[in-house]
Every structure is written in structure tokens, then in C-alpha cells.
């Protein structure tokens, strides 16, 4: 099983990083799997600790993609030097345990040393979910053809215009406007 979730990490030097991963649930804790390059392969690597955040804020997903929203609060975590989202409704902190590179995406396995909760989860919405979907599309668009994205994201936007609140609504043009500025950046 896939969580999505929001992971922050830091560099040697105690910079403070935060992005969007889908975090596969393995026995104890979890497998990160980064892209080459970014910096939450870099920190992984280099400081062996992250905190695996849960929310249920839509605009964390799609404002991390578009860098529309990147001035997260951050909070200290409990047993490890790394901080945690502040406005997260949990979050596990890891340390690697195990890491295995390659060429395009790094594995590094991780061990939960604490969890905590800070918030109720306050039920499922399908406009959240459309949004996250479109964040993950969104994070693609120099990989998949216009069409595959515009027939997944009029698919979303059933349940966004269903659905949405202020905030879904506010992600959703965030993710729209980043796909028109891809294809502008692209044609000229």
C-alpha cells in the first residue's frame, strides 16, 4: 500500500526540505522512493532521517507541485533531528535503515522510531482526493502526452465542482494554471 503523504527532510547543513511522496507501508515503517535528482534524495542520503507527514490539506499536495504554496510551518519532532509539518494531522518520523541505489530512483527502506497525532481527520472528501490525483499529474507533465492529461483532469473536475470547498477550489486553479504554463513554456 501506497500513503500519500507530505515527507520533510533536511540537509547536512540543517536546511529544512519538503515534498510531496508516495510512501510505500513495509513491515516496521516505510520505503521512500525519490527520483534522481531532487533534494529529498540528498538528505535521505545524507542525514538518514524524515518525517512522514499526513494530511488531509489539498493545497500542501498541489502547492509543493507548483511551488504556489512552499512556506509550510514546521514544528520539531520528538526523537529525531528533522522537523515535521506543523499542520499535520500525524506524522511517523523514520530513520533509513537500508539504502539501495540506482541510476533514476534510490530506495531507501525506514524504520518508525515515533508517531503522534495533532488533529482529528475529519472525513473523506472527493475533491481532495481530485486534487491530489491532479497534483500527481501535474508532477508528470514533462512525461505524459496533452491528452492523457486532459482527459484525467476534465475526469477530476467532475468531483472538484461536485465537491470542493474554498481550498480545493483554490489548489484546483493552481494545477490548472500549471498545466497552461507548461504547454506556454513548451511552445515558445
Not at 515535521?84 to 522510531?113: N, T
Not at 477530476?156 to 470547498?165: D, N, V, Y
Amino acid at each position: 500500500m501506497i500513503r500519500e503523504t507530505i515527507v520533510t527532510t533536511r540537509s547536512a547543513a540543517g536546511d529544512s526540505h519538503i515534498a510531496p511522496m508516495g510512501a510505500t507501508v513495509i513491515e516496521g515503517g516505510y520505503l521512500l522512493q525519490p527520483f534522481r535528482p531532487s533534494r529529498t534524495l540528498d538528505n535521505l542520503a545524507a542525514t538518514g532521517v524524515a518525517a512522514v507527514n499526513f494530511t488531509d490539506d489539498a493545497r500542501m499536495f498541489a502547492g509543493c507541485v507548483t511551488r504556489r504554496w512552499t512556506d509550510f510551518a514546521l514544528a520539531p519532532a520528538r526523537e529525531i533531528d528533522c522537523p515535521r509539518l506543523g499542520a499535520a494531522l500525524a506524522h511517523d518520523e523514520v530513520v533509513v535503515e537500508r539504502h539501495e541505489d540506482d541510476g533514476q530512483r534510490a530506495k531507501f527502506f525506514c524504520r518508525v522510531v515515533a508517531s503522534a497525532n495533532h488533529a482529528p481527520f475529519k472525513g473523506l472528501n472527493r475533491a481532495r482526493a481530485a486534487v491530489l490525483e491532479g497534483a500527481v499529474l501535474v508532477s508528470r507533465l514533462s512525461l505524459l502526452p496533452d491528452e492523457k492529461i486532459d482527459r484525467e483532469m476534465a475526469y477530476l473536475a467532475i468531483a472538484i465542482e461536485k465537491t470542493a470547498g474554498e481550498e480545493e477550489w483554490e489548489a484546483w486553479h493552481w494545477l490548472k494554471e500549471a498545466v497552461a504554463e507548461h504547454r506556454r513554456r513548451r511552445a515558445s
